[in-house]
């Protein structure tokens, strides 16, 4: 593919400060809108940008003439005036009866290798998108794999997923997912150890995942996450419950993240992930954005417009059904 200019930010862990956060939504969270369509209804709502999930639907990875449709995408987002960060994530690109697989961990290493070839493609995309940043996670540990083996297969299978987006020019960020091998930021510093700390291996941090899972606030984890942060995903979620909920529905403190994110001067997207409410994804898209920018307003004491709707939870539709150990 040949690249377009890049928009992305450079790698290196930026200077603290107080940085305006800019706001997008997952497409597999509007899963039933054709591509166009879902790019059209987040730049008429105000979104910056787009978590672009690459799937049957949405820019098929797999699908003849990647380039041209790549680049037709390119500029419609240019257009439309937002930014993309390219996730990974869709449920069954690869195989239609195992979600998510396979996976970086399989025991088959044909089966690996077909993971890694959708992972150094997304990196090529994303490069002629001009992304952010390239999403991904580790899998599941399949059954009957010791824990060492799944770190090694983990290491040697981004391995060279990692040279493409080095030369790419383009930051890999590896999501800690629920369930997953790699599930915790003490997990992902595991996999940093034992490649080397390379430059392009950053992290998607999930919030509503910190709230889930990990010992420190989401807020903290912002902060001790903040030198290799590349991605974030936001949405309401239980403590120490795997389910992706709309915004007023569970335990984060919307304020005290978006807070931590602005002060640390991240500047990639904050992407919504709603991926199982995608039934009524442009309602939750425009119920969504003003939430945020009224809490991202209030964490930092800015002035609203006179216009602007409070920081109170959005009525929404109610939530989909529970999403399990994997979204």
Not at 12 to 40: C, I, Q, V
Not at 125 to 141: E, M, Q, R, W
Not at 229 to 255: A, S
Request: aromatic fraction near 4%; glycine fraction near 8%.
């Amino acid at each position: 593919m040949s690249a377009l200019p890049s928009k992305s930010t450079p790698a290196s862990a930026p200077a603290p400060g107080n940085t305006p956060l800019r706001f997008g939504y997952g497409t597999n969270g509007l899963a039933d809108l054709r591509l166009d369509d879902a790019l059209a209804l987040l730049a008429d709502l105000g979104y910056d940008g787009v978590g672009l999930t690459l799937d049957h639907m949405h820019l098929d990875p797999l699908a003849p003439d990647l380039a041209a449709r790549t680049r037709r995408v390119a500029h419609r987002l240019d257009a439309l005036g937002l930014e993309v960060t390219v996730e990974t994530g869709a449920r069954y690109v690869l195989d239609p009866r195992r979600k998510h697989g396979p996976s970086l961990l399989d025991p088959d290493p044909e089966d690996r290798a077909r993971r890694i070839d959708l992972l150094t493609r997304a990196v090529a995309v994303a490069a002629d998108l001009g992304a952010h940043a390239v999403h991904c996670f580790s899998g599941v540990t399949p059954a009957g794999t010791d824990a060492d083996t799944a770190w090694t297969r983990l290491a040697t299978a981004l391995t060279p997923v990692l040279e493409a987006a080095t030369a790419a020019g383009v930051p890999l960020a590896v999501e800690p997912e629920p369930g997953h091998l790699l599930a915790t930021l003490a997990d992902f510093h595991r996999l940093r150890r034992a490649l080397g700390d390379p430059e392009h291996l950053g992290l998607t941090l999930d919030l509503g995942h910190c709230l889930c899972l990990e010992p420190l606030s989401p807020a903290d984890c912002v902060r001790a996450a903040a030198p290799w942060l590349r991605h974030v995903q936001i949405e309401d979620m239980r403590r120490g419950v795997h389910e992706h909920l709309p915004f007023g529905e569970g335990d984060l403190d919307v304020p005290a993240v978006l807070g931590a994110l602005s002060a640390t001067a991240y500047r990639g997207l904050t992407v919504v992930e709603l991926p199982r409410h995608s039934h009524a994804g442009p309602h939750f898209a425009a119920l969504s954005l003003p939430f945020l920018r009224a809490a991202a307003a209030s964490s930092t004491g800015r002035r609203l417009p006179p216009d602007a709707p409070p920081p109170a939870p959005p009525a929404g539709e109610p939530s989909a059904i529970p999403e399990g150990s994997t979204a």
